[in-house]
């Protein structure tokens, strides 16, 4: 007996050993890398709009640590983020499902019946019930012979690596998000405080019309002109109120938060410490996680069509089975009542009306719209950068001459005002020195705004800084 037991424990392990060592064969899949996809794009070395200077990126190029925070805030709670983060997590489980073809696959079952049966003898009928249990493991393996399931498994698994970047350039694109939401919220909020300065600086000026108006000097069309001037002022004003609590209720949104307005702004549109610097590489480019999706799709779809041309060859599938058989329960446990059986197939496809080759067909179709998106995408990102580097010196140039326009209407202004006092002018050249040097201001202000997101279009068509590969 002890021999008898120490032969069974030693079967036992071997049978374990055999079944672990099939299954660390069949999961060993290759992981893909990412792959370098040739574009139809001819792709210049550096890029064609001029810059000079040096820049860090606008995370730290802008001193605003309440920005900043709004940015940490939103990538923790922003729930379209969330929403990403959740389909990596589908992905990744994809591409584990995909992958669990690649091995063995294990049950255990139990099955107990119990039958009645009659029996007859010389005292008469007696019921004799029959019970039957049984104990058993069954294993299916499909042996991938041609390479068929590691394909499928790298597409999963390649898809899954698109996701991640997927991941990554949502995280970007809504840390440049918030940054626009806030610049446009404090450009706002400045353009209500220039729109409540103008109104009281028209109710000023209606206030002294009116005053001269009384002594009998000017006339009523001059009173009305200010009066106009006024209420169109008014009326401005509450067009810039209604900009600033939308500006700012979408901040809130995408920060996660309630979309209220309370919230403290800067109270100034920051300056850019520093500029473009002269000569970058076109190389940046490849950091951007879209196109690094991209190309990890195509290399999915590639994958899948290999997967799919294997249809066409025979399938190598083992299936076995080990187990007892007793009427007890504590006689399954018995090594003696071991039944086993091991049998091969081999599955050749003949005729399946065609879905083999649409299938294909699919996949090829799937693979070649991969490589036209991806060569989309590249085209569509050194646009992006060409187009912002550009923006940025013109951005510049305008925002100097705006600048200086917003320093010559008000002192025309100023003028314009001491000259009606003094009879000089009429009401129509102060009124309209008034609307210009607002309008000036007003601009000024807006190509600060915009110079600024430039700067972020900027940033994210790169993928990030401008040093860093």
Known sequence: MPFIESRTKTMRISVLIITLSLCLVACKATVPTEPEVDSPVAVPDSWNSGNDGAVMPWSTDVEDPRLRSLITQALQQNFDLQAVVSRVDAAR????????????????????SRTKREETNGAGALENPLTRQSLGVELAWELDVWSRLRASSRAAVADYQAAEKDLAAARLLLAANIARAWFDAVESDQQVMLAENTLKSFRSSLNIIEQRFQRGIGSALDVRLARGNVATAEANLYLTQGGRDAAIRNLKVLAGTYPDTAIALAERLPQFTSRVPAGLPSEL??????????????????????????????RFVL????GTASGTLVDLLEWDRLIWNLAGSIIQPIFQGGRIRANIDLATA????????YAQTVLDAFKEVESALASEHFLTL??????????????????AQQQYEGGLVGIITLLETQRRAFNAESAWLNTLNRKLQNRINLHLALGGDFYSL
């Open 398 to 415: 305008q925002e100097r001459a705006l600048l200086s326009s917003v320093k010559e209407q008000k002192a025309a202004l100023q003028l």
């Open 319 to 322: 299936t076995g089975s080990a």
């Open 93 to 112: 489980a994809r591409s584990r499902i995909v992958g669990a073809d690649l091995v063995p696959q294990l049950d255990i079952e139990y099955r107990g």
């Open 285 to 314: 480019l490849l950091r951007r996680p879209d196109l690094s999706a991209d190309r990890w799709r195509v290399l999915a779809n590639s994958e899948l069509v290999k997967s799919s041309k294997k249809q066409l060859f025979p």
């Open 366 to 373: 799937n693979e070649n719209e991969a490589l036209a998106l």
